[in-house]
């Protein structure tokens, strides 16, 4: 007869509080942080395109990393949900809550539409189609009169605090919504991630063909899992619309899309954390140095980009978490910090 361990429970109860209460401090830390960055706008846009930029990763990192269909054309899905959202309100005088689910249902049905057509590509294929249908709506809104062509269109201005029309004077309202945003969209992903949906993902990302074998259909869900992305996508290219008050064709460009994919590859694009990790590091050491170093060196952000991803695809091309995963740093933190059981042994409490 197998013997049980009668303080395992016990254990991995006081593990999960432990690691509960980390969470509810960092959050914590999070949500205080505005109130110690009054007077510090910059620091507090810092954090804010962090969020922002996350979230986008996060995006990119259902259709990338969990499904392994590698696209470098999700700029073009944010710029999509944010000229949309931005001429339901010029044009057609909508609230600006009221254009972002018209803007999510458009991208998510042109995103479905093409790429339900696509999906019979693998591979280098269909990266070159994610790349060419990002280049192609950009030069429609390049040569369109109603989008605003090359100048582009801008949401009039408000002055204050006004959650009527989603602009706000204080950063900090921006900073606690990106907040927001970034921490739903991870649940989403995760709750993606531990279900039949995130099952099916990962067998395709392994192996297509098994697969198709074991019952699951690739194209089905490989639809599925880009209209979500794009949704995401939508309601991140909302965001920067109304925060920045202005969008031209340039957020779409390629360049664009490679610095969304950038933080899921550094991070871990296995995790579904990776995006966090990576994206939340990335903008704040690139904004650093942009702050620190722009006036001398112009466009080192670039460089540090393209360094980092050489260096981590040669060194650690799981990123950072899958390091962690397997470091002694890990079995230090959550065996002796949190007690948790880390590889197969339960750390003594």
Not at 166 to 178: G, L, N
Request: hydrophobic residues 50%; proline residues 4%; charged residues 15%.
């Amino acid at each position: 007869m197998l013997k049980t361990n009668s303080h395992s429970a016990p254990r991995r109860e006081r593990s999960d509080h432990r690691t509960a209460a980390a969470l509810a401090l960092l959050v914590a830390v999070m949500l205080a942080l505005p109130l110690f960055l009054s007077d510090m706008p910059y620091i507090q846009n810092v954090f804010i395109l962090a969020f922002y930029m996350t979230t986008m990763s996060m995006a990119w990192n259902l259709l990338g990393g969990m499904t392994g269909q590698n696209s470098i054309g999700h700029a073009c899905f944010m710029g999509i949900g944010a000229y949309t959202s931005v001429l339901c309100v010029t044009q057609f005088g909508m609230n600006p809550w009221a254009a972002l689910p018209v803007a999510v249902l458009v991208t998510a049905a042109i995103t479905g539409l093409v790429f339900s057509q696509c999906f019979i590509l693998r591979g280098p294929y269909f990266t070159l189609v994610t790349i060419a249908f990002a280049e192609a709506v950009r030069q429609v809104i390049l040569n369109w009169d109603f989008a605003g062509k090359a100048i582009g269109v801008g949401l009039p201005y408000v002055r204050g605090n006004n959650w009527l029309l989603f602009s706000f004077k204080d950063k900090a309202i921006y900073y606690y919504v990106a907040f927001a945003m970034m921490v739903g969209v991870y649940l989403i992903m995760k709750r993606i991630d531990n279900s039949k949906l995130g099952f099916a993902l990962k067998t395709i990302r392994e192996d297509e063909d098994v697969a198709a074998a074991i019952g699951i259909r690739p194209l089905k869900y490989k639809v599925i899992a880009v209209v979500i992305s794009a949704c995401v996508s939508a309601v991140a290219g909302f965001f920067y619309a109304c925060y920045y008050r202005y969008i031209d064709p340039n957020i779409m460009l390629q360049s664009a899309s490679v610095e969304l994919v950038l933080p899921a590859i550094i991070g871990g694009s296995a995790f579904v954390e990776g995006p966090l990790v990576g994206g939340i590091l990335m903008v704040s050491l690139s904004e650093y140095l942009r702050n620190t170093f722009g006036g001398i060196l112009p466009g080192i952000n670039l460089i540090l980009y393209a360094v980092v991803l050489i260096v981590v695809i040669r060194f650690r091309p799981t990123g950072i978490l899958g390091w962690y995963s397997h470091s002694d740093f890990r079995t230090f933190l959550e065996g002796h910090l949190l007690g948790r059981n880390v590889d197969g042994k339960e750390a003594r409490a």
